[in-house]
C-alpha cells in the first residue's frame, strides 16, 4: 500500500491574496493554529518589521504594533476584505495614535480612543515649563488699584487711540537705532499677535517661542527679547504695576507721550543695546 502526503506550498503572505488565504486557514484550524503555524510565526515578524517605523513614530515598540495587527488579523473583517493589509495597517496606524494619546492623557487606549477625552491636551507637569506657572497663568495675576488714579487731572488719563500708539511705539525704536522696516515688521506683527491672543501675558508666552518671526525679521534673540519685553512689558506679576510692567504700547495708551517715554533711562538703554545692525543681525 502506498500512502501520498500532500505538500502544500506556505503562502506568500506579503501580498494581500497570500495574506487572505492564510488568515483563513488559520481561522479553520482553531484556537491553537496561531501558536503552532511557523508561517504564523513568520507572519508576526514580518508586521513588526512593516509597521516599525510607524510604531517609533508613536513612540512605540515595533512589536506593540505587530501585538496590534494580531489582534486585527482574527477579525473576520480582516479575512472577508479585498485587500487584508490595508485593513490592517489603517487599524494599526488608529491603535498606535491611541496608544500614544493614552500615554499623553494618562488614561486607558480605549478611552484615548473615545473624541471627548482625546480632544484634551496631554498631562503636564509644572514643573516642564520653563516659566513658573505664576507667570502666565490669570489667576495669579492680581493687581492692586491705583489709589492715585482717581486724583489724577483727566489730560493724563485721556487714552490715544491703538492706531497712533502703534506708531508712536514704531517711532521710538526708529529713534533709538532700529532699521525702520525692522521696527514696523516687529511692531504690527506683535499687536496682530496681542489682538489674537487677548492679553499681553498669552501674547508674550506665545511669541518668546515664535523662531518664524525671529527670522522673517533676521534679529537675534536679544533683539527679539528686547522688543517683547519693551512693547508688552516684563511678563512677571512683581512688575505689573511698574512702567517696565506695564510696556510700551499700554503706557501710550493710557495716555503718556513719545516724549515721556524717551525720557525713562532703563527702557531706551534696553532699546538701544538690543538695536539691530543695518543690513544684519545685531
Known amino acids: 500500500m502506498t500512502t ?17 488565504a492564510l488568515l483563513n486557514r488559520l481561522h479553520e484550524g482553531g484556537p491553537g493554529a496561531w501558536q503552532c503555524d511557523p508561517v504564523a510565526a513568520d507572519l508576526m515578524a514580518y508586521a513588526a518589521d512593516k509597521y516599525g517605523a510607524l510604531a517609533r513614530k508613536h513612540g512605540l515598540d515595533p512589536w506593540e504594533a505587530a501585538s496590534a495587527a494580531f489582534d486585527v488579523m482574527r477579525t473576520k473583517a480582516a479575512r472577508t476584505a479585498n485587500d487584508p493589509w ?6 494599526v496606524r488608529i491603535t498606535c495614535i491611541a496608544e500614544e494619546r493614552g500615554q499623553g492623557l494618562l488614561c486607558s487606549v480605549h478611552q484615548a480612543r473615545r473624541p471627548h477625552i482625546s480632544a484634551f491636551h496631554d498631562a503636564e507637569r509644572l514643573s516642564d515649563r520653563e516659566n513658573p506657572l505664576t507667570d502666565y497663568h490669570s489667576a495669579f495675576h492680581i493687581t492692586d488699584p491705583d489709589p492715585t488714579g482717581a486724583d489724577e487731572p483727566a489730560s493724563t488719563t485721556a ?20 532699521p525702520p522696516h525692522v521696527a514696523r515688521a516687529g511692531v504690527e506683527h506683535i499687536c496682530q499677535a496681542l489682538a ?11 511669541l518668546r517661542r515664535d523662531k518664524h518671526a525671529r527670522a522673517l525679521l533676521d534679529v537675534n534673540s536679544t ?10 512689558g516684563h511678563p512677571s ?46
Open 196 to 206: 489674537r491672543a487677548g492679553s499681553r501675558q498669552s501674547a508674550y508666552e506665545a
Open 159 to 178: 487714552c490715544c487711540s491703538a492706531g497712533s500708539a502703534v506708531e508712536d511705539a514704531i517711532a521710538l525704536f526708529t529713534l533709538l537705532g532700529w
Open 223 to 232: 533683539a527679539w527679547t528686547a522688543l517683547l519685553k519693551a512693547l508688552l
Open 237 to 282: 506679576p512683581a512688575y505689573a504695576a511698574t512702567a517696565a510692567g506695564r510696556g510700551i504700547l499700554l503706557r501710550l495708551l493710557i495716555g503718556e507721550s513719545l516724549r515721556a517715554l524717551l525720557r525713562d533711562d532703563d527702557l531706551v538703554l534696553m532699546i538701544s543695546l538690543a538695536a539691530p545692525k543695518r543690513g544684519g543681525r545685531s
Open 4 to 20: 501520498r502526503t500532500s505538500f502544500r506550498e506556505p503562502e506568500d503572505f506579503t501580498r494581500s491574496e497570500g495574506l487572505r
Open 86 to 91: 490595508g485593513v490592517v495597517t489603517h487599524a
